[in-house]
């Protein structure tokens, strides 16, 4: 069974940094994209960009470009979005979900991180 | 970037009638190379992630009830609901994968009447 497993919830306070994960489990982990979506409270989804694991290829969206770092260990199977400096208009859920041919988010989504970060 | 625009931003409906979203591209979205407009559809209810239900503008995936169906091409789409159930409750999202950056609509909020 195909699953994206995300990591647990986080209480950051601005100026912090922050890690966190995507496992897919069950499928080739090199043969699909992560995409990373943000979600603010009350608000629709927002694309933040995608990674390929099997070749490195990162696209971030123009509003995040230089404010999130995509990376993946292929090893664990596993993708990471990071932030060196966590302002408090990250807050929000954050979704990874697997990238299908053709560019689609398709259907296995991870449940979600909630970040909060506030002083 | 490509800007979807969805109307109604709400919607109630009674149970059992018909409920229609649209959802306008800023430019198109269909590819002529294969013939396909790279258009999709989610559903989301709270606390879970946004559910496929409607990909390339009209096919329906796996499992989703047939009364979700999905039409338009090139910068017009819209997702029909028909006999709404209790459980079709949820926002609704357009989305465009045709070009980077990826974009989704600002939703509709569909209620029972």
């Known amino acids: 069974e195909v699953q994206l497993v995300q990591s647990g919830t986080e209480v950051k306070k601005p100026g912090e940094s922050l890690k966190i994960s995507c496992k897919g489990i069950?499928?080739?982990?090199?043969?699909?994209?992560i995409g990373w979506v943000r979600q603010l409270p009350g608000k629709g989804p927002e694309w933040m960009g995608v990674?390929?694991?099997?070749?490195?290829?990162?696209r971030y969206s123009p509003s995040c470009q230089g404010l999130v770092t995509f990376s993946a260990d292929k090893s664990i199977t596993t993708a990471y979005l990071q932030w060196t400096s966590l302002k408090a208009s990250d807050t929000a859920m954050y979704y990874c979900?697997?990238?299908?041919?053709?560019?689609?988010?398709?259907?296995?989504w991870g449940l979600g991180t909630l970040v909060t970060v506030s002083s | 970037d490509v800007v979807m625009t969805q109307s109604p931003e709400s919607l109630a409906v009674s149970l059992g009638e018909g409920a229609t979203i649209n959802c306008k591209s800023s430019?198109?979205?269909?590819?002529?190379?294969?013939?396909?407009?790279?258009l999709a559809w989610y559903q989301q209810k709270p606390g879970q992630p946004p559910k496929l239900l409607i990909s390339?503008?009209?096919t329906r995936e796996s499992g989703v009830p047939d009364r979700f169906s999905g039409s338009g091409s090139g910068t017009d789409f819209t997702l029909t609901i028909s006999n709404l159930q209790a459980e079709d409750v949820a926002v609704y999202y357009c989305?465009?994968?045709?070009?980077?950056?990826?974009?989704f609509g600002q939703g509709t909020k569909l209620e029972i009447k």
């Open positions: 979900a697997r990238q299908e041919p053709g560019g689609l988010l398709g259907n296995y």
């Open positions: 069950g499928y080739n982990f090199l043969n699909y994209g």
């Open positions: 990674i390929h694991p099997g070749d490195a290829q990162i």
């Open positions: 430019q198109s979205v269909f590819y002529s190379s294969n013939n396909v407009n790279y």
């Open positions: 390339w503008a009209s």
């Open positions: 989305h465009q994968y045709y070009s980077l950056p990826r974009t």
